[in-house]
């Protein structure tokens, strides 16, 4: 059973910001879980050596109380009865997102991304990607969030479930089909191969994958699951049958240190991609 008690959303208030806390809500509701909504506020530059002057300190202690009043109204609007945590810290918004979230026992980082229209593939905000990179605990991240508009319009119907079959794959799976029961979605299991010319080679590869796969779906029959193998370039043939499929969710292995595979090396691609949201493990 996936439990997910603590969620951190890091906001800078933009609609994204607004957007991923709708999710946020959703995944609250489903789990039960306590909302810990941080705005990380830049340091005042010091240069000129004011940083300890009335006036600078006044400055300061008045932004501190706007900023916090700001992550309290969306509390308010966004989260209602549910139980939400402002908090307003100055620094490094990705390093402090990541020390957060290791020393109070974050389950789930939800993190709003930007890019829009034809340029989104090519931006990814480096907050964003640092936390990628450095956070333990899954990430949820989508760079779709602005089209939402109500916590009521966002469903879980499909899940896919990604791997490549590496040392992260059972947590992968693991991890969806408990996101997958708790919502009573549908399950894909999918995994992609290298595109080859001979087609024999190509059908044995997949059949020994899609023996992989049937095994880690083996002896979990309370939701319907589904068994995907596609060959193509990675991570485009990934994104190209999530859509396909029309999930609601892909889940994907993050990976740390060394770990991860090829999945590891495309989250970023993957995140860009993506149409629908990613949570990575």
Not at 99 to 120: E, K, S
Not at 132 to 138: I, K, N, Q, Y
Not at 186 to 210: G, Y
Not at 225 to 240: D, L
Request: proline content about 5%.
């Amino acid at each position: 059973m996936l439990s997910v008690s603590n969620i951190l959303l890091p906001v800078d208030f933009s609609e994204s910001s607004v957007a991923a806390a709708r999710y946020a809500r959703r995944f609250a509701e489903r789990f039960n879980a306590a909302v810990t909504v941080l705005h990380v506020a830049q340091p005042v530059d010091s240069a000129l050596g004011l940083e300890g002057s009335a006036a600078v300190v006044e400055f300061l202690e008045n932004r501190c109380r706007a900023l916090r009043s700001q992550v309290e109204n969306l509390c308010r609007s966004e989260f209602g009865h549910l139980r939400c945590t402002p908090i307003v810290i100055e620094g490094d918004p990705a390093s402090t997102i990541v020390h957060y979230a290791h020393n109070h026992q974050i389950d789930l980082v939800m993190m709003p991304t930007h890019g829009r229209g034809l340029f989104r593939r090519f931006l990814l905000g480096s907050t964003t990607a640092k936390a990628l990179d450095e956070l333990r605990c899954p990430v949820f991240t989508g760079v779709h969030l602005d089209n939402v508009t109500a916590p009521d319009e966002i469903v879980f119907r499909t899940v896919t479930a990604a791997v490549d079959l590496g040392p992260q794959t059972r947590a992968v799976v693991r991890w969806a089909h408990g996101f997958a029961s708790a919502c009573g979605a549908e399950l894909h299991l999918l995994h992609a191969v290298p595109s080859v010319p001979d087609d024999a080679w190509r059908k044995r590869i997949a059949a020994i994958a899609r023996e992989d796969l049937a095994a880690y779906a083996a002896g979990d029959g309370e939701i319907r699951q589904n068994i995907e193998v596609v060959s193509g370039q990675f991570p485009a043939a990934i994104c190209t049958t999530v859509e396909a499929v029309g999930a609601d969710l892909l889940v994907i292995g993050r990976g740390h240190g060394t770990a991860g595979g090829r999945i590891r090396s495309h989250v970023l691609s993957i995140v860009r991609e993506s149409p629908c949201p990613v949570v990575s493990v």
